[in-house]
């Protein structure tokens, strides 16, 4: 049985609507995803918004992602590694989503420094940042489920032993753990949310290095075969990206999440095979989609780093946040195919 919501005695009244009008907010990773997904959010809210990114070739950093509040929103093209940058971005600051990072598993293993440089020490100098120059900002940062591993039971919770399988996973559970130590120990109030596979429009489509989802999305699209690893019996938890900013925002304005870790995720899990199908049925509806699907053998170099099945216990956040996830799978598929068939042009080039 799921327990109710344990925020307020009125789950009903545990909301954002209002508490953002007038309010500044910093996005770092602004353009990306996620990141400029929230910012639409925001500017509906009626908050002033801006936006840091590096726009780092292949990181996922796209000015075409916040065309809707263009002329809405700042823009600041600058490296959350520039210590003297944060130093001055941060101050004024109401909000931090701290959603910047090396998000590829595959590169964060050919490419160990630099994952290190923006997951770990970029993290601890807008911590600092925050320290010395806004002691009173509220700090959203974005975890990731990638900290656990290959599960030793399902679904995974937060109590959940920490065993990271690559690079990207050490180094975002350090960055997680700055938050938590930098809001328990100098106050700076700060959370973090472990982020599962999420999707939705604003992907980065250009490779396949940021997960299977997007590449996925763009081989059905293409009319392309869609090759599975394994068995295509793998199961995960997937959130459709308004289902993640709604949980962003939630934990930005209530106080009661401040120092603690919540897991997103979603029921029932579906499998790898089961989502390329409901995918090819969908792409189909748009014309598109006829290039199947095919099981292959693993290889070595994401057999090494493939957890298996896993999916989340979120009853922290449901019960704390009031947070559930509230769109099925065949309808985020159908609005994220939907906005690359319009916008193709604008994700699919290769630089």
């Known amino acids: 049985m799921k327990k109710a919501c344990q925020a307020v005695k009125d789950p009903e009244s545990m909301t954002y609507e209002g508490k953002f009008a007038g309010k500044k907010a910093l996005i770092t990773g602004g353009l990306g995803f996620i990141g400029s997904n929230l910012a639409i959010r925001l500017?509906?809210?009626?908050?002033?918004?801006?936006?840091?990114?590096?726009?780092?070739?292949?990181?996922?950093?796209?000015?075409?992602?916040?065309?809707?509040?263009?002329?809405?929103?700042?823009?600041?093209?600058?490296?959350?590694?520039?210590?003297?940058?944060?130093?001055?971005?941060?101050?004024?600051?109401?909000?931090?989503?701290?959603?910047?990072?090396?998000?590829?598993?595959i590169d964060s293993m050919q490419d160990p420094y630099t994952d290190l440089e923006i997951n770990c020490?970029?993290?601890?100098?807008?911590?600092?940042?925050?320290?010395?120059?806004?002691?009173?900002i509220k700090v959203v940062f974005a975890g990731t489920r990638q900290v656990y591993g290959a599960p030793e039971y399902l679904p995974v919770d937060e109590k959940h032993l920490l065993r990271p399988v690559d690079v990207n996973g050490i180094n975002k559970?350090?960055?997680?753990?700055?938050?938590?130590?930098?809001?328990?120990?100098?106050g700076i109030r700060a959370l973090s949310l472990r982020l599962t596979?999420?999707?939705?429009?604003?992907?980065?489509?250009?490779?396949?290095?940021?997960?299977?989802?997007?590449?996925?999305?763009?081989?059905?699209?293409?009319?392309?075969?869609?090759?599975?690893?394994?068995?295509?019996?793998?199961?995960?938890?997937?959130?459709?990206?308004?289902?993640?900013?709604?949980?962003?925002?939630?934990?930005a304005v209530y106080e009661g999440a401040n120092g603690r870790i919540f897991?997103?995720?979603?029921?029932?899990?579906?499998?790898?095979?089961?989502?390329?199908?409901?995918?090819?049925?969908?792409?189909?509806?748009?014309?598109?989609?006829?290039?199947?699907?095919?099981?292959?053998?693993?290889?070595?170099?994401?057999?090494?780093?493939?957890?298996?099945?896993?999916?989340?216990?979120?009853?922290?956040?449901?019960q704390t946040l009031c947070w559930e996830p509230k769109v099925p799978l065949r309808e985020g598929l159908r609005r994220t195919v939907a906005y690359y068939i319009e916008h193709r042009d604008r994700y699919w080039q290769s630089s």
């Open 43 to 105: 500017v509906g809210q009626g908050a002033d918004v801006l936006l840091v990114d590096s726009l780092i070739p292949d990181y996922g950093g796209n000015l075409f992602n916040i065309k809707p509040i263009e002329d809405k929103v700042r823009v600041n093209i600058a490296d959350v590694r520039d210590v003297n940058g944060m130093n001055y971005l941060v101050r004024g600051q109401d909000y931090l989503f701290n959603l910047a990072g090396q998000v590829s598993h």
């Open 121 to 136: 020490r970029a993290q601890l100098s807008i911590l600092e940042a925050c320290r010395h120059n806004n002691p009173d």
């Open 173 to 186: 559970m350090a960055g997680e753990w700055y938050h938590i130590l930098y809001n328990n120990i100098y």
């Open 197 to 251: 596979n999420t999707y939705g429009p604003r992907l980065l489509m250009k490779h396949s290095r940021q997960g299977f989802i997007a590449w996925f999305i763009r081989l059905a699209i293409d009319n392309q075969e869609i090759q599975i690893f394994g068995d295509g019996k793998q199961l995960r938890d997937m959130n459709y990206v308004d289902d993640a900013v709604e949980a962003l925002l939630l934990a």
């Open 263 to 318: 897991n997103l995720g979603n029921t029932p899990p579906v499998s790898l095979l089961g989502f390329v199908q409901v995918l090819l049925e969908v792409c189909q509806e748009f014309g598109a989609g006829r290039g199947g699907y095919r099981l292959i053998p693993f290889p070595p170099d994401k057999k090494r780093i493939d957890i298996g099945d896993y999916y989340a216990d979120y009853s922290r956040i449901r």
